[in-house]
């Protein structure tokens, strides 16, 4: 089979057909764009994906009859569709995302995904997004692949043969990067108290953002740390590099750095390419929460958008616009909890651009429950930590108080003394 255009690749795309699209900074621009084209011509086509990077041309008002969108995680590029409701979300755990697909509960008529050039045996690699991406290819009724030099390959479980593609297109293009600037001072200060619940030989589970960064830039003394984690960026590189996570004590896939995405830059992606310490594995097999408790001293870093003072964890939304997703936050908050040592950690700045408090008496109107309060362990603002487990509502509102901004804590107490009296 012969390399063809992005555009004769995706003319198998038809009318009524459910069609998948790689996510992260693996999504397959030229792939994308071809079919956003053909809109004028299809009619009732159903879009699926997790967060994607780059341009949407499918959620063009021009397409509104050519394209349907549903997607598992909103990113930036989705919010104001959803929210204006030409796009929707399905909220689902990202662990049981590929059921989805192998159940045929959403069967796949397509698979849209990038992958590096195939090795001297015709397999190609989905790299830094094998996560949902792998269930995809594995059940979808035509694959397309964009096969791109600068995919790094990656070891694990996303290795497929270039005769598993219907069609395919070649595109040198460099992968979208994630550069982060220096941590503030209040994610500096999170991060240091985070990084004193770490204990030595503890397996890690953390996102990309200001304050996973923080917290990996004050674990340079820390000792034989393990990573099994949903995804990474940059900030894990210099400690592998520095011996600080080696995973030796890890009991599943010792010495590995298991994952099922990743976003960050090019050095990220250098990293990774052919290095057999970096294993990219299914994700419903990597936040499965039966395997994540098997590691020692499972530490899962999470973020929240609000926290109400009964430890009720907000994620996804902001009242009623929906802001990103339920991800994996769950699988792993239970996962560490369940864990031999493990400390589930719930992370945030106390308070807003606009000096809003995010330790409120009450979520939004409209506000998701992603973490439930029955789940939460350690709270922590740049005021401290709060350790909510075994405490009663009214010990919980008066733990979360106390690491709450300063400015907000009045109003708080008496919140707290309206809802539960005086204790």
């Not at 994610?187 to 397996?203: C, M, P, Q, S, Y």
């Not at 034989?224 to 990474?232: A, N």
């Not at 106390?350 to 362990?377: D, Y």
């Amino acid at each position: 089979m012969e390399a063809v255009t992005a555009q004769e690749a995706v003319k198998i795309i038809s009318s009524g057909h459910r069609v998948f699209i790689q996510g992260g900074v693996a999504t397959p621009q030229l792939l994308v764009d071809a079919m956003a084209v053909r809109g004028p011509e299809l009619k009732n086509v159903e879009i699926v994906h997790i967060h994607t990077e780059g341009k949407t041309p499918y959620l063009s008002t021009e397409y509104r009859d050519s394209f349907t969108i549903n997607s598992f995680f909103i990113g930036s590029n989705m919010r104001k569709a959803v929210n204006q409701g030409y796009a929707q979300y399905i909220p689902v755990f990202l662990s049981e995302i590929p059921s989805l697909f192998r159940n045929n509960i959403l069967p796949l008529d397509v698979a849209l995904v990038q992958v590096s050039p195939p090795d001297k045996h015709g397999f190609c690699s989905l790299g830094v997004s094998v996560d949902v991406a792998l269930s995809a290819v594995e059940t979808a009724k035509y694959v397309i692949a964009q096969i791109n030099p600068n995919m790094p390959r990656t070891h694990g479980d996303g290795l497929v043969h270039i005769r598993n593609f219907h069609a395919y297109c070649e595109a040198d293009m460099p992968l979208h990067e994630m550069k982060l600037g220096e941590p503030t001072e209040i994610e500096k200060a999170i991060g240091n108290h985070v990084a004193g619940l770490v204990e030595d030989r503890a397996t890690l589970q953390m996102g990309i953002g200001g304050i996973p960064n923080a917290v990996l830039n004050s674990l340079n003394n820390h000792k034989d740390l393990g990573i099994h984690t949903e995804m990474f960026s940059d900030g894990i590189i210099d400690l592998v590099k520095n011996g600080v996570i080696t995973g030796k004590y890890k009991k599943k896939h010792p010495y590995k750095i298991v994952s099922g995405f990743a976003m960050g830059t090019k050095r990220l992606y250098d990293f990774m390419d052919d290095n057999p310490e970096v294993a990219m594995l299914d994700i419903e097999y990597v936040n499965d929460t039966a395997v994540i408790r098997r590691n020692p001293k499972v530490t899962a870093i999470n973020s929240a958008v609000e926290i109400d003072l009964t430890g009720q964890v907000c994620a996804d939304s902001i009242g009623m616009n929906m802001y990103s997703g339920v991800g994996g936050q769950m699988d792993f908050i239970r996962g560490a909890s369940l864990s031999e040592g493990g400390k589930p950690i719930i992370a945030l700045g106390s308070v807003t651009n606009k000096g809003i408090s995010k330790i409120t008496p009450f979520l939004k109107e409209g506000a998701g429950v992603v973490t439930t309060r029955a789940h939460v362990h350690y709270v922590v603002t740049e005021y401290g930590v709060a350790n909510l487990y075994g405490k009663n509502l009214y010990q919980r509102a008066k733990a979360l108080i106390n690491i709450a901004h300063p400015d907000h804590q009045g109003s708080l107490e008496k919140a707290a003394f309206d809802r539960f009296g005086e204790k």
